[in-house]
């Protein structure tokens, strides 16, 4: 019987080969990653979604079910002071708490594996990613912003409850301009 820390190493292994896979290749799907990381379409799906929520990899913006790694940032020089886990409030860890950790293995090292992204002294501080399912938006809206609401709200029913209310709202979202990413 295999303990919660034999099914945790498991995973990591698990999410590394995929992690590996997609960063050797242009994309893949789940199905067509089976063979390749040795294991089921349901386990490799898995294994995505948890590496999308570590940031690591994402959907393609036109097909939800093929995967892509995402490309690590440039990396500043020297060592790493800190780590930071993503989509979890800006909490950090110290460089000598995740070495420690790792060379331990185990559940020490499993603790510490969502502490993925590395802080360097003199560095600004991180930007919190987007969370999925979420967008910038400018704090005043636009005029396209304005217009796109008004033709959808008005179009339909004036009722603050009414279901298209969230129609008028995501047209207004849908021509809503990009934040500028910083390169």
Not at 101 to 125: F, H, I, T
Request: overall charge positive.
């Amino acid at each position: 019987m295999r303990g919660p820390s034999g099914v945790m190493n498991q995973r990591i292994a698990l999410d590394t080969r995929v992690l590996n896979h997609l960063r050797s290749v242009q994309g893949s799907t789940a199905w067509a990653m089976c063979g390749s990381v040795g294991a089921t379409r349901e386990d490799v799906s898995k294994a995505c979604q948890r590496l999308k929520r570590k940031g690591l990899v994402k959907t393609s913006e036109t097909q939800t079910t093929y995967w892509q790694a995402v490309k690590p940032a440039a990396k500043p020089q020297g060592e790493p002071v800190a780590w930071m886990q993503p989509g979890q409030g800006g909490m950090c860890i110290s460089n000598e708490v995740k070495l420690h950790s790792l060379k331990m293995g185990g559940a020490p090292a499993s603790a510490v594996s969502g502490y993925s992204v590395p802080l360097y002294a003199g560095q600004p501080a991180p930007v919190a990613a987007v969370p999925e399912g979420w967008q910038m938006v400018p704090v005043a809206p636009t005029d396209d912003m304005i217009v796109a609401f008004a033709e959808a709200w008005y179009s339909k029913h004036q009722t603050i409850d009414d279901p298209s209310m969230l129609e008028a709202y995501h047209d207004m979202l849908v021509v809503a301009p990009t934040y500028p990413r910083q390169q």
